[in-house]
Every structure is written in C-alpha cells, then in structure tokens.
C-alpha cells in the first residue's frame, strides 16, 4: 500500500502550474468514441484517471498514442462490444461510454460505475434521458445493458431534475448523432461542459447554450477528427491557491481562469486572504490574521462542492467560528475525523461541518477517503509540526497529476513511498 510522509510546518514559495481538468478530459476521451477519424487532445494531466480511460479505449480495439500532455486518439477500432468491467468500477466517469456507445453502436453493455465515498451517486437522470431518445434499459448480473432496437437514438426534450454534471454531458454526448434536436432543461453550467461541447463542435456537431441552462443538441450524421486544448483543472487550481494561503509565504498559481474561481476567490477574500489576479494566474501572498467564514457549495458558478475539503485546513487557520455546509454531496465529511487526529477543533453537526480556530496543527497517521478530502490531507500534512502519514493515495493520485513533483519544487518535504 503505497504512502505519502510529509514533514510540515515549513513555508513554501515559488510556481506552480495547474494542468488540464480531470472532469473535463474524463468526458472528452469517451466522447471521442463518436468520431470517425482520429482526434488529439492537448494539455491531458498524468492522474489515473487518464491511465484507466485509455485501458478500456485500448481494450475494446481502439488505439492511442500518448506524448507527454498530449493523446492521439484513433477511435475507428472501437468494436460495438461489452466494456471490460474490471476497468469500470475503479472509475465512476465510465459512465461516460454509456452516452458514446449508444450514440454510435445503438448499443452498450456496462457494469455498473464506481467512484469515491460520497454517499449515494445515482445515474437515473443519465438513464432518464437515454429512455427518452429509445434507448431501453435492462440488467444482467453486476451488468447493465442499454439498448436501441437497431434505430439510432432519437432526438428528445429532457427535463434534469436535480441539475447534474454527469448527465448534462452524457444526454449531450448521446444527442451529438441522434435524429433530430435534444434540448436539455435545467442543464449544468460548470466549465467542463463548455469544454465537452466545444470539442464535440469541433468535430461537427451542433450544439448551442452549453454553460446555460438551456443546451439544445441537432444530431448530425457524422463527426470528424480535430485537436482540442482542454481547459485548466479549477479544482486542482483552487486547491493550490487555498494550500498558498495556507502555508505559502509568495505563491504564483499559474494556468488559471479566474473566472472559472470567482465564487472560490470571493470566500478567500471575504477572509482576509490577499491575493493579486494576473493575466493567467493568481499570486497568493504570505497570510496572518484570516476571519473564520461559513462555506456553502452549490451548483456552478457557485463554491464547487469539490473545493469545500481542501479549503476547510486553510478554515482551521482562521481566528474564530465557522461552518461548512455542502448542499449537494451531504455526506461528503470523511474528511473531518482525519483532520481533528491531527488536532483541529472541527465536527459534523447536523448535516453541516462546525470548526473553531486558529488551529495549529499536528501531524499524525491518516487516511484519504476520497480524491478531495486526501488534497485536505495533504494541505493539512503540510502545514502541521511534525510527520504525517496519509495512506489511501490512490485516490489522491487520481485527480491531482505529479503532486509530489509540483510541492516539492515549492519547498514542500514530500514523499510517496511504496509500501
Ligand atoms: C461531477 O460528478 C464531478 N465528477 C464531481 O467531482 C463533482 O463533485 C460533481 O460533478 C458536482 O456536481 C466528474 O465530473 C467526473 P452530479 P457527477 O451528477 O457528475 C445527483 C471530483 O472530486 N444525481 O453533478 O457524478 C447526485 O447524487 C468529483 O472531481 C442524481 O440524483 O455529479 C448529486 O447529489 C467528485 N441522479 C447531484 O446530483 C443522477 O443521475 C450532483 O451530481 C446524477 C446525479
């Protein structure tokens, strides 16, 4: 089992560039699927995630050539089978081959996704949809099969009940080649979309209103290759900025959209973190005297519920009361027990997170639950006197590509060992 030691307590300084969006290339690769042609993809981040979604292309005949940040795709390969199931659970983002099979076989044969510890994570809006434009649905054992009776997908008017990120870009992967118009209703704004949308554009689609709440998708015949840059993680951004706040003294988070962070930036501020926003970057001063503040995540442009856990080490910095509640993933606290081992004064409340500061923190052995509440871990190792020792790194290595590289350049005492 491999683990990540980290001396804290030493101020960090210098540059550190965020890498393409795991959320967003976890999309792009299956929606690659569609194409007839090869498509590359620029500025894709080393995580595992990338690793897995390769593995099922590769396995189920398609081929990829992979340079550094950049995959040449070649789809053409892809046969109309079963996906290999072993792969699927480690990834919940698999879910995406769901919207690409079936928008060019009519057809996909799936198990059933994975992902990390957030409580329940249905895909019924995903299944919703797909029912809408004729697909049916039914199981076989730990598989699910969704099927057309040999039509293509056809277009449909689709309502989200909840807004959702997955089932947004799926239903649009799905329409890109069905007959006639999809329009999504109460769709998700977040970025990725965008970015999903574009790429798809780019290969001949016709989608309009991405990163509205109205995305209306004319299915065409056919979609070519392209070269598509895909947009800055923000949430591997957010998270270098709150670690900037937390124990830099003078850090240049490069790569950045700001406005891909505003809420994000707005809550710092509104604690008294002082920052300067650049061209394509932001710099973070060194901190003192920070205002504990109450963190409420919701849907894009909101606070992402992604960034509430490596905020909350930075939280525990700050002087007095405060609270953090996540409106969409309520159970998304795992991270909370770790960081009072190491001596925060922090707990789950009644559905919400309450701290008090300032803390100073102190290392101890501890355990990532899940990709967001390991990058807390690691914010928090960093800051604190003495050695932490985080087991469960797969999922920090899932999301956050050389992390170990990136800190040490900054000054960091990191290591990953292999057990
Ligand atoms: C995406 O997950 C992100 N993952 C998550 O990031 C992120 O936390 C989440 O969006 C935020 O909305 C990827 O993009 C790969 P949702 P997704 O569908 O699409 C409910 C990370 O740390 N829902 O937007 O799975 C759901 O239970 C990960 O990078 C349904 O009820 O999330 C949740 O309460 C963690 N039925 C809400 O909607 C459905 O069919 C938002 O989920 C789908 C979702």
Same mark, same amino acid.
């Given at each position: 089992?491999?683990?990540?030691?980290?001396?804290?307590?030493?101020?960090?300084?210098?540059?550190?560039?965020?890498?393409?969006?795991?959320?967003?290339?976890?999309?792009?690769?299956?929606?690659?699927?569609?194409?007839?042609?090869?498509?590359?993809?620029?500025?894709?981040?080393?995580?595992?995630?990338?690793?897995?979604?390769?593995?099922?292309?590769?396995?189920?005949?398609?081929?990829?050539?992979?340079?550094?940040?950049?995959?040449?795709?070649?789809?053409?390969?892809?046969?109309?089978?079963?996906?290999?199931?072993?792969?699927?659970?480690?990834?919940?983002?698999?879910?995406?081959?769901?919207?690409?099979?079936?928008?060019?076989?009519?057809?996909?044969?799936?198990?059933?996704?994975?992902?990390?510890?957030?409580?329940?994570?249905?895909?019924?809006?995903?299944?919703?949809?797909?029912?809408?434009?004729?697909?049916?649905?039914?199981?076989?054992?730990?598989?699910?099969?969704?099927?057309?009776?040999?039509?293509?997908?056809?277009?449909?008017?689709?309502?989200?009940?909840?807004?959702?990120?997955?089932?947004?870009?799926?239903?649009?992967?799905?329409?890109?080649?069905?007959?006639?118009?999809?329009?999504?209703?109460?769709?998700?704004?977040?970025?990725?979309?965008?970015?999903?949308?574009?790429? !798809?554009?780019? #290969? $001949? *689609?016709? @989608?309009?209103?991405? =990163?509205?709440? %109205?995305?209306?998708?004319?299915?065409?015949?056919?979609?070519?290759?392209?070269?598509?840059?895909?947009?800055?993680?923000?949430?591997?951004?957010?998270?270098?900025?709150?670690?900037?706040?937390?124990?830099?003294?003078?850090?240049?988070?490069?790569?950045?959209?700001?406005?891909?962070?505003?809420?994000?930036?707005?809550?710092?501020?509104?604690?008294?973190?002082?920052?300067?926003?650049?061209?394509?970057?932001?710099?973070?001063?060194?901190?003192?005297?920070?205002?504990?503040?109450?963190?409420?995540?919701?849907?894009?442009?909101?606070?992402?519920?992604?960034?509430?856990?490596?905020?909350?080490?930075?939280?525990?910095?700050?002087?007095?009361?405060?609270?953090?509640?996540?409106?969409?993933?309520?159970?998304?606290?795992?991270?909370?027990?770790? !960081?009072?081992? #190491? $001596? *925060?004064? @922090?707990?789950?409340? =009644?559905?919400? %997170?309450?701290?008090?500061?300032?803390?100073?923190?102190?290392?101890?052995?501890?355990?990532?639950?899940?990709?967001?509440?390991?990058?807390?871990?690691?914010?928090?190792?960093?800051?604190?006197?003495?050695?932490?020792?985080?087991?469960?790194?797969?999922?920090?290595?899932?999301?956050?590509?050389?992390?170990?590289?990136?800190?040490?350049?900054?000054?960091?005492?990191?290591?990953?060992?292999?057990?």
């Amino acid at each position: 089992m491999r683990k990540i030691i980290i001396n804290g307590g030493k101020l960090l300084k210098g540059e550190v560039a965020v890498s393409g969006a795991k959320n967003s290339v976890v999309a792009l690769i299956p929606a690659i699927i569609l194409a007839d042609d090869v498509v590359t993809l620029d500025g894709v981040p080393a995580i595992s995630d990338v690793d897995s979604l390769i593995d099922i292309i590769e396995l189920m005949g398609g081929s990829v050539k992979r340079d550094g940040e950049t995959l040449e795709i070649d789809p053409r390969g892809v046969k109309d089978m079963p996906m290999p199931f072993g792969k699927i659970n480690s990834l919940r983002a698999s879910y995406y081959f769901y919207g690409s099979l079936l928008g060019r076989y009519g057809r996909a044969i799936v198990g059933l996704p994975g992902g990390c510890d957030l409580g329940p994570r249905p895909i019924d809006l995903h299944l919703k949809a797909f029912e809408a434009m004729g697909a049916s649905i039914s199981y076989e054992t730990d598989a699910m099969r969704l099927a057309t009776d040999g039509q293509p997908l056809h277009g449909a008017h689709i309502y989200m009940d909840t807004v959702s990120v997955g089932a947004t870009i799926n239903t649009m992967i799905a329409a890109a080649k069905a007959k006639g118009r999809t329009i999504i209703e109460n769709a998700a704004r977040e970025p990725e979309i965008i970015d999903v949308a574009t790429l !798809l554009n780019n #290969m $001949g *689609a016709h @989608i309009r209103g991405a =990163g509205t709440d %109205i995305i209306t998708i004319d299915g065409v015949e056919k979609l070519h290759g392209t070269r598509h840059q895909v947009i800055p993680d923000r949430i591997e951004a957010g998270t270098y900025i709150a670690m900037a706040a937390a124990i830099g003294q003078g850090i240049r988070v490069t790569n950045v959209l700001y406005e891909h962070l505003e809420s994000f930036i707005a809550k710092l501020e509104e604690m008294g973190v002082r920052m300067t926003v650049e061209e394509d970057a932001i710099f973070v001063e060194k901190q003192d005297n920070l205002k504990a503040v109450t963190v409420r995540t919701s849907p894009y442009p909101g606070l992402a519920t992604d960034l509430q856990q490596p905020i909350t080490p930075l939280l525990l910095k700050a002087e007095g009361r405060g609270s953090i509640i996540d409106t969409i993933y309520e159970k998304r606290v795992n991270h909370v027990p770790e !960081l009072a081992r #190491m $001596g *925060a004064d @922090i707990s789950v409340l =009644g559905g919400q %997170i309450v701290y008090q500061g300032p803390n100073k923190l102190v290392g101890a052995p501890v355990k990532a639950t899940d990709l967001r509440a390991g990058a807390a871990l690691v914010i928090a190792g960093l800051m604190a006197q003495g050695q932490t020792e985080i087991t469960s790194i797969e999922y920090i290595l899932r999301g956050y590509s050389n992390i170990i590289e990136k800190l040490t350049a900054l000054g960091a005492d990191i290591q990953l060992l292999e057990a």
